[in-house]
């Protein structure tokens, strides 16, 4: 049922599967609730207008002051640059939303999102060399899938508002279980022990992996270059747990945050403008959010053993050390990166442009995630 070729069949097996699991939880579809009526409205109007999260301007000011909290950080973040070690075929119709590399599997992971000009939400694995797509699962059109990770032989999914994550068996892709949370789902990774998950904010929640509930959140932040001011940094998308750092793309920005996980600070940036082909007729068909950088992938130190004469070893084979990698790629883009961070290549000048999108969180209207207005 999830080979690559089952086509829409995919979609009622999940749903299959899916009911099979509430059944096993003992979950019993209720009824839908009524409205309350006219005065029903008003209160739900009422509760909304309350909620913090439903006002930008609030929402800004309380990230604002949990940013001041907590150790400071005596510079600014500084910011590298980026070399391209190698290109890989990208599955283009893919509105990428979390991808992961297994150490010593070989295999590219994925999960996307739904718009009607992509293929739809699904989570799929690839062969990174040839670009094969070799197993896929299709998801209902009700769920926006969103930022994925794999922990032991599991893989986890977020969706966007539906306020629910998925747990999968990572080599069959069979659901195993799902998960609950009360804000919205963007990035997904893990530190061997929890899972962490970005909402779009400056905020970043961590579930413990065996109970799925959540333990503890923290908001990122950094120091403003003008201000001197620890400042929120908003819009966390896809996350990545690397060398014991969170790397978070920045949704529409062509930035990677590096973040400690301890502390919430941002200890550098890590600048990719340039990375994306804009004159590639198919990128020209999307909207800079359609087709913004988001998704990062870590390979671990890899050993390789080759049948040779080590001289030096006094042995009839030798190993080798491969570096580790890092791999960056977008929505509905062609290509994905094996790229090296190059430290302090950041184009300083361009920060200082302030070129990035606007931010609804932002009471003055602008995206300044690098304190650069301030």
């Known amino acids: 049922m999830t080979s690559n070729d089952q086509g829409p069949s995919s979609i009622e097996a999940w749903e299959a599967e899916y009911q099979a699991l509430q059944a096993r939880k003992g979950v019993v579809r209720s009824q839908p609730q009524q409205d309350g009526g006219f005065f029903g409205k008003i209160g739900q109007a009422f509760t909304q207008v309350l909620e913090p999260k439903s006002d930008p301007i609030i929402m800004a000011n309380l990230e604002a002051s949990e940013a001041k909290k907590g150790p400071r950080q005596l510079d600014a973040p500084p910011v590298d640059g980026f070399r391209v070690v190698r290109e890989y075929q990208h599955v283009k119709e893919s509105f990428t939303q979390g991808v992961e590399w297994v150490h010593g599997e070989k295999v590219w992971y994925e999960g996307s999102g739904g718009p009607s000009f992509s293929h739809g939400t699904r989570i799929f694995k690839m062969d990174l060399e040839t670009g094969k797509v070799l197993q896929y699962r299709s998801l209902p059109t009700r769920h926006f899938g969103e930022g994925i990770t794999v922990l032991g032989n599991k893989l986890y999914q977020l969706t966007w508002r539906s306020n629910v994550g998925f747990v999968y068996d990572k080599d069959t892709l069979e659901l195993l279980d799902d998960f609950h949370y009360d804000h919205e789902g963007w990035g997904l990774t893990n530190n061997g022990k929890e899972l962490i998950m970005s909402d779009g904010s400056a905020t970043l929640y961590f579930h413990d992996a065996e109970t799925l509930k959540e333990t503890r959140k923290m908001t990122v932040r950094y120091l403003a270059k003008r201000s001197g001011e620890m400042t929120p940094l908003r819009r966390l998308n896809d996350l990545q747990w690397v060398k014991g750092k969170v790397f978070s793309n920045i949704w529409e920005a062509d930035r990677i945050a590096v973040i400690n996980p301890d ?39 890899t050993l390789s053993i080759s049948i040779e004469p080590d001289h030096r070893a006094g042995s009839d084979f030798c190993i080798h050390k491969v570096e580790d990698r890092l791999f960056v790629t977008g929505k509905m883009w062609t ?40």
């Open 263 to 301: 502390t919430g600070i941002v200890e550098r940036f890590i600048d990719l403008k340039g990375m994306l082909d804009e004159s590639d007729p198919w990128i020209q068909k999307w909207t800079r959010s359609d087709r913004c950088l988001n998704g990062i992938a870590y390979d671990e130190v």
């Open 335 to 374: 290509k994905i990166y094996e790229i090296e961070v190059v430290e302090g290549a950041g184009d300083k000048e361009e920060m200082d442009k302030k070129a990035l999108p606007k931010d609804y969180y932002n009471p003055a209207g602008s995206f300044d995630p690098l304190g650069m207005s301030r």
